[in-house]
């Protein structure tokens, strides 16, 4: 932090904060025409004012979160699930490094939507591979509170990019028999 939150701005603006503020929550203005005010006039005192709130709360935050672990460890744990995600978006979409290149807004939406399918195939495979193990009374009696708030749909390494894969779409994925290849009903 560069300087101290100027409250003076915020005590000369507080009035005209709250009617921009109230006027957002009670919808008879839309956030994106109030800021685009703003934005006309970065110089605005009630914009000024709330960049100043918005400073207040930021420091607020930080110093909530150096002092509280189980904040850090929540926050952490959020983090490792976009973590998870981004890597298993790395492995689905490995083309370019995952990267989507294309200057076209078609391809762009095209490959985006292509991804979230199978973001989602991959999501629902592992909920029911999930399933099969939890239903089995040994794992269900090893697993505390704790181990199953823990639990993801969000694995991938059991995913293969490269090889071929072999589609049969005749016949229905049967999870209880992964152990044998080829087999389904």
């Not at 930080?62 to 890597?87: C, K, M, P, S, T």
């Not at 979409?93 to 391809?107: L, P, T």
């Amino acid at each position: 932090m560069t300087r101290p939150v100027r409250w003076d701005i915020i005590a000369k603006n507080y009035d005209q904060v709250i009617k921009y503020a109230t006027a957002i929550r009670t919808r008879t203005a839309s956030t994106e025409a109030i800021l685009s005010r703003f934005t006309r006039t970065a110089s605005h005192p009630a914009y000024q004012a709330i960049l100043e709130i918005g400073r207040a709360a930021r420091t607020t935050f930080v110093a909530r979160y150096l002092r509280d672990r189980d904040l850090q460890r929540e926050i952490e744990e959020g983090l490792n699930v976009v973590e998870a995600r981004n890597r298993a978006n790395s492995v689905i979409c490995y083309g370019r490094g995952g990267e989507i290149f294309a200057n076209r807004r078609d391809e762009v939406e095209m490959t985006a939507l292509c991804l979230r399918i199978l973001q989602a195939s991959l999501v629902m495979v592992n909920v029911l591979m999930l399933q099969d193990v939890l239903a089995e009374p040994e794992w269900a009696a090893l697993l505390t509170p704790v181990d199953r708030r823990g639990l993801t749909p969000l694995f991938w390494l059991h995913v293969r990019p490269y090889g071929e894969v072999r589609l049969d779409l005749n016949a229905r994925l049967s999870i209880g028999d992964l152990g044998s290849p080829g087999t389904g009903t």
